[in-house]
């Protein structure tokens, strides 16, 4: 790194761009504030943070968090705040702190999803005691009571839903133009939403809790690291094309994924929870494998990086299973033949690396 020393806090702001992302953030928080129902999509919030941290400066960061926690202040009060600031703050600290330090890149990226787990499962916790129930009846109190006093807002967020296809209108109610709700249509598509995501969240919060945890520490790292890449600062970061699981433990993560499904058929009960899980984690690792085999192609075949974007953004996001696929059979043939080639150089992800 040239002696170069990085910093993350104490970096100059790029004021157009400050000024851009914090019109952008008030406008778009109050669609992103529902991701507080969904683990996988509010690890979305930290990777965003930490670009913004990267590209345009701490002060970005910093009054965007602040607009965020706010919002989710006022719409489920100063215990929904609490709850927000400690699923996004930690996560950015970390992974800040992390990079200043000049931690390795893989290693920084465990710490910042470990973080996020454990900031989870506080808010997990937290909110089960206040309530006096399980975590999902709470959020579906909070939701419940979040929609009785949201006025107008409510309303549109509601129609929104309708006309999307989220939830079914009642028979015979159009809502299109709508801007104010019968209070009993409202009562009955409220109730609707509740039991679609009480059903929802039951099965899948412990997977997206993990899912969303290894990409806010893995996304959020590298958009931090390439933001001030693109600053001109120095600092690692292992290539997309390059991300790959070491020689060994295909075997080991595709036999604990086959293990774990042989006992959830066996004892469904208590296994069907861990083997969701451990497949939603599986399912993330080889889908970024997938991705970074394409990548590679790509890189080989001289197409620039606007083709590896949207490579990454259709089989991250669209094509996720497709990329799986294309994960596994990369890491069982090296189809491409990208890991004989990227072994000769050291493994990113060899757990003896820096011993």
């Given at each position: ?182 209070p009993q249509v409202k009562t009955e598509l409220l109730d609707t939403l509740l039991i679609m995501m009480d059903s929802v969240l039951r099965l899948e919060l412990p997977m997206q ?88 192609m790509l890189d080989e075949r001289g197409k620039s990086i606007t083709w590896q974007w949207l490579v990454f953004a259709a089989g991250y996001f669209f094509l996720n299973s497709m ?33």
């Amino acid at each position: 790194m040239d002696n170069q020393k990085v910093t993350v806090f104490r970096q100059k702001n790029k004021w157009g761009l400050t000024a851009a992302s914090i019109v952008a953030c008030l406008l778009l928080s109050p669609a992103v504030s529902l991701g507080v129902f969904l683990p996988q999509v509010l690890s979305a919030v930290p990777i965003v943070l930490l670009a913004l941290l990267g590209y345009a400066g701490p002060v970005s960061a910093a009054v965007c968090s602040g607009i965020f926690v706010s919002l989710i202040s006022l719409l489920f009060g100063l215990w929904g705040g609490v709850c927000a600031a400690l699923l996004v703050v930690p996560t950015v600290l970390v992974s800040a702190v992390m990079l200043e330090r000049e931690q390795p890149f893989w290693h920084s990226v465990a710490a910042g999803g470990v973080t996020m787990f454990a900031s989870m499962g506080v808010v997990v916790a937290l909110l089960s005691m206040l309530a006096g129930s399980d975590v999902v009846s709470a959020l579906a109190q909070i939701m419940k009571e979040a929609f009785a006093f949201s006025g107008t807002f409510g309303d549109a967020l509601l129609s929104v839903f309708m006309q999307t296809g989220l939830i079914a209108a009642p028979q015979g109610v159009d809502v299109s133009g709508v801007l104010t709700l019968d209070p009993q249509v409202k009562t009955e598509l409220l109730d609707t939403l509740l039991i679609m995501m009480d059903s929802v969240l039951r099965l899948e919060l412990p997977m997206q809790m993990a899912t969303g945890s290894v990409a806010a520490g893995l996304l959020g790292q590298a958009v931090l690291r390439k933001g001030l890449i693109h600053r001109g600062t120095k600092v690692e970061y292992p290539r997309l094309k390059s991300w790959r699981v070491p020689n060994g433990w295909g075997r080991i993560l595709g036999g604990t994924l086959l293990v774990l499904y042989v006992l959830a058929m066996l004892v469904p009960r208590s296994m069907n929870t861990m083997f969701y899980v451990f497949n939603g984690v599986f399912d993330q690792i080889f889908a970024l494998q997938g991705v970074a085999a394409l990548c590679y192609m790509l890189d080989e075949r001289g197409k620039s990086i606007t083709w590896q974007w949207l490579v990454f953004a259709a089989g991250y996001f669209f094509l996720n299973s497709m990329a799986v696929v294309v994960g596994i059979f990369d890491q069982s043939m090296d189809f491409a033949h990208r890991r004989e080639k990227l072994n000769e150089q050291e493994n990113p992800f060899d757990p003896r690396r820096g011993a």
